[in-house]
């Protein structure tokens, strides 16, 4: 098995701002992408890029100092296939490169996001940036009622 897990394409990207209602407005009204999500308790914004029904392309905006594990810079890399997503852990630790849950804390799977619904894993560069492999669950009922968990819980509330 190739240690490396297989990206489909870049899903997503953040900046950071140093006013975030004004860039919402410029992203939003100038640049014409869709308003995803406010996290107004968190001053972060997220827009679907291209056509917002498909849940392709992401972009997020944070105030500056807001962004969460310390986020500097930070790129989510699209795996198509969830078992890929799944088995990742595994093959960042044969690579010995700490997994990261959502939260910044060592998993051993991913974390699920459950308002766009995606299953998400991290870690970082040899520079420190945070990277991202990401998987959206089309097939998933959105859930924003769960928030971000761990994939078994995800799993554990299917259907509920």
Known sequence: MDKRVPIYGLFETHLTVSDLQRST??????????????VSERNAAFFWVGNNASRRSMLGLWSVGTA????NLHIAFEVAAINDLLDAPKRLKDNGIIPLSFFG???????????????A??????DGHLIE???MLYDEERRPDL?????????ANKGK
């Open 25 to 38: 407005t410029f992203y939003r009204d100038i640049v014409g992408l869709q308003l995803a999500l406010e």
């Open 68 to 71: 969460p594990i310390g986020l």
């Open 105 to 119: 804390e060592e998993s051993v799977e991913p974390s699920v996001i459950g308002w766009m619904p995606a299953a």
């Open 121 to 126: 894993i991290y870690f970082r560069d040899p």
């Open 133 to 135: 492999y990401l998987t």
């Open 147 to 155: 928030g971000i968990v761990n994939w078994s819980e995800w799993i």
